[in-house]
């Protein structure tokens, strides 16, 4: 069993910067495939970036160049960095993990890009 808890999450203008967070409990944690993904009001949850147990990165096409996950095994935790935020990125922003054949999910925490 894997529990992921996200944070960071908040109020950020248009063209800044957020950091959010997502701290896993479970074993191994080295071993998992991360993700994040968002789902905004109306829309189907989409992913953002993910990030293998080797450290390989994938992105979306919107956010390249902007965004970057990253993980700290050490703690367990893993990261998207949002840079030049836009205010159709507002949205829940997910937390995932794959552990062998199982999904896991974060709560959510919710990003508001807006003046």
């Known amino acids: 069993q894997v529990q992921l808890v996200e944070s960071g999450g908040g109020l950020v203008q248009p063209g800044g910067s957020l950091r959010l967070s997502c701290a896993a409990f479970?074993?191994?944690?080295?071993?998992?495939?991360m993700a994040w993904y968002r789902q905004a009001p109306g829309k189907q949850r989409e992913l953002v970036a993910a990030?293998?147990?080797?450290?390989?990165?994938n992105y979306a096409d919107s956010v390249k160049g902007r965004f970057t996950i990253s993980r700290e095994n050490a703690k367990s935790t893993v990261y998207l960095q949002m840079n030049t935020a836009k205010p159709e990125e507002t949205a829940v922003y997910y937390c995932?993990?794959?552990?062998?054949?199982?999904?896991?999910w974060g709560q959510g925490t919710q990003v508001t890009v807006s003046s």
């Open positions: 995932f993990a794959r552990v062998g054949l199982t999904s896991y």
């Open positions: 990030i293998t147990s080797i450290g390989s990165t």
């Open positions: 479970g074993r191994s944690f080295s071993n998992y495939f």
